[in-house]
């Protein structure tokens, strides 16, 4: 009797045991669920070509908020970190980008044409729109405030 009673009270005390995952460390922080412990090394995500913004594929399964992959990049969407949120691909953003609900992209760079330091706004079609920053700050244009459709209205 006691040969079955240890083996079934075994399985049932392991199953509702809870454990952090450690990679490079002996214990893992108890605050996360993983942790990777590396003085050299970096961690590595999947790699996709995303084909649209609003296409789950080439990821199989269920579609779940917040999965984060590296996007390969091709002619509709930029290479770079994506994360799935609210039925779309989301791009996760430097301190100089932004990006509406609209999905247009928002960032301070260098106009090709002119070497000016810029505001460069981007649909989601790749199709881009430079505006010195000298000229925002010295005419009479300035971002007023933000609608409820999230454009920007100017005067």
């Known amino acids: 009797m006691i040969k079955k009673v240890i083996p079934l009270l075994a399985l049932v ?25 590396s003085s050299e090394r970096g961690v590595l995500l999947p790699r996709v070509e995303l084909k649209a913004i609003n296409d789950y594929s080439p990821i199989v399964g269920e579609k779940v908020e917040s999965l984060l992959v590296y996007n ?46 810029s505001l460069i706004i981007t649909d989601t079609e790749n199709n881009s729109v430079y505006i010195a920053l000298s000229a925002i700050a010295s005419s009479d244009v300035f971002v007023e405030n933000l609608t409820n459709n999230q454009e920007f209205v100017t005067k």
């Open 72 to 117: 390969t990049g091709n002619e509709k969407i930029k290479a770079g970190f994506y994360y799935w949120y609210l039925d779309m691909w989301n791009p996760l953003l430097s301190g100089n980008t932004f990006v509406d609900r609209k999905n247009k992209t928002f960032r301070i760079g260098i106009n090709p044409e002119n070497k000016q330091e």
């Open 13 to 37: 005390l392991s199953s509702s045991a809870l454990a952090q995952v450690g990679i490079g460390t002996k214990k893992a922080a108890n605050s996360a669920q993983l942790d990777i412990v």
